[in-house]
């Protein structure tokens, strides 16, 4: 069975979750779409928390 994410900076979907760059952030397990969405989460992950990436976190 498959499962679909969304990377919280892009709104894309992550097709492949389980194969997939992913990080432990303050009890979340974010998925990213590619690394230069994860680089652009870690220089400011509470602007994309705060749901002002092209999705918003819930």
């Known amino acids: 069975m498959s499962r679909h994410v969304i990377c919280p900076v892009s709104g894309l979907s992550v097709e492949s979750p389980d194969d997939s760059q992913y990080l432990e952030?303050?009890?979340?397990?974010?998925?990213f779409c590619c690394i230069s969405c994860e680089d652009n989460f870690l220089?400011?992950?509470?602007?994309?928390?705060?749901?002002?990436g092209s999705y918003h976190l819930s």
């Open 25 to 31: 952030y303050e009890g979340m397990q974010l998925f």
């Open 43 to 52: 220089k400011d992950p509470d602007y994309y928390l705060a749901g002002n």
